[in-house]
Nanobody, 114 residues
């Protein structure tokens, strides 16, 4: 089972990006999905998560700016990022979690800069 992130890139402060996390297996529908990020020299942190039932949790630094969602029919999770700030610069990873199962993507780089 593979998770593949896409949608990263360079954006100016105040801009938006939408990250996608596509799974190559229908097992995605039973995954809780999490988006994490890691900036150089910093620990990986939870950005947002969504359960199978659609319950969402956000990190304090992104509340009100980021929105996590999922489309099980497409085996894909999303992270809509609005009003981006330079401190959002990091590599973003998606992960899928189920009982005794944990899968991570390879990451997609997001750079917020003028």
């Amino acid at each position: 089972v593979r998770l593949v992130e896409s949608g990263g890139g360079l954006v100016q402060p105040g801009g938006s990006l939408r990250l996608s996390c596509t799974c190559d297996d229908r097992i995605f529908s039973i995954y809780a999905v999490g988006w994490y990020r890691q900036a150089p020299g910093k620990q990986r942190e939870l950005v947002a998560s969504i359960t199978v039932d659609g319950i969402t949790v956000y990190g304090d630094s992104v509340k009100g700016r980021f929105t996590i969602s999922r489309d099980n029919a497409k085996n894909t999770g999303y992270l809509q990022m609005d009003n981006l700030k330079p401190e959002d610069t990091a590599t973003y990873y998606c992960a899928g979690f189920a009982e005794n199962v944990e899968n991570w993507g390879q990451g997609t780089r997001v750079t917020v800069s003028d």
